[in-house]
């Protein structure tokens, strides 16, 4: 089958954004609202195991924070929490705090000059996703993406392969016109739950991470002159990921 399109997950996949990005947001939320909560790098690196920020808070509290006191409104508190979260991640983007990963803006604008049609898949708040693509990939650049599956969209977060199924239904293509660009193993349980082939680039919360299910595992994208890394699959030679490659891998049986 034909290569339509191309579905990008977004946090460690376009942008290095949990440690130094949602981490430091939750961190700004829990002292405004003069909480002793504090999320060190490791200790976030383990909450990642849960997907979701209000889902992530909730997991905390239940799991590392018995001594918490959960007030009756407790929902109400998570929310807001997660409201300040947004606020406070957004503005670090706005200040252009994150950067995209190496060869995501020459493969999104290579796929655009070829055709392929563009998608996200993320269990991020839709807030985040525009304000990343608006302040680290272009602006106005939202509109590259034909459709966005994000946050609450669907109930059952990843793992749960329901948001690339969103997206499929909404673009009305198979799972076999596309690939999927993951960086998480709670990523490619989605993305491979809903039967697309997925190439996956770590980061270093992800390196240590089953993906055996994935066509590739790369460093990152590479790019002329800065090339990646292969770690799984068949990079056929090349240094970084172009069009080609991503052919010959969506033909792979
Ligand atoms: C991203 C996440 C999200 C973000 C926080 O996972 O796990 O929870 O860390 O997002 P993926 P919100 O890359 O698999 O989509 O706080 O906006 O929920
Ligand atoms: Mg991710």
């Known amino acids: 089958m034909v290569l339509e399109a191309l579905i ?12 130094d990005g949602h981490r430091l947001a939750f961190n700004a939320a829990f002292r405004e609202f003069g909480l002793d909560w504090a999320w060190d790098v490791p200790t976030y690196g383990r909450l990642l195991a849960v997907t979701g920020g209000k889902e992530r808070m909730r997991h905390y509290v239940d799991t590392l924070r018995p001594d918490f006191a959960k007030p009756a409104d407790f929902d109400d508190l998570v929310a807001q929490l997660h409201q300040a979260k947004t606020r406070h991640y957004t503005a670090l983007l706005a200040q252009g705090g994150i950067p995209l990963r190496p060869g995501v803006r020459r493969l999104l604008q290579a796929a655009r000059d070829q055709g392929l049609r563009l998608a996200i898949a993320t269990t991020t708040t839709p807030e985040n996703v525009t304000a990343l693509l608006e302040h680290s990939l272009a602006p106005g650049s939202e509109a590259w993406f034909e459709q966005i599956g994000a946050g609450d969209i669907v109930p059952a977060k990843k793992p749960a392969p329901d948001i690339y199924r969103w997206v499929l239904t909404r673009l009305k293509l198979k799972p076999e016109q596309c690939l999927a660009f993951e960086d998480s193993g ?3 349980r989605a993305s491979c739950g809903a039967g697309l082939k997925t190439v996956v680039t770590i ?6 991470h089953d993906f055996g299910a994935a066509v590739a595992v790369l460093s990152d994208f590479g790019e002329p002159g800065a090339p990646f890394r292969v770690l799984r699959g068949d990079g056929l030679g090349k240094s970084y990921v172009d069009l080609d490659l991503l052919r010959a891998w969506h033909a792979v049986r």
């Open 186 to 188: 709670n990523g490619i």
């Open 203 to 208: 980061n270093d919360y992800t390196a240590d």
């Open 8 to 19: 990008f997950d977004v946090d460690g996949t376009l942008a290095d954004t949990e440690r």
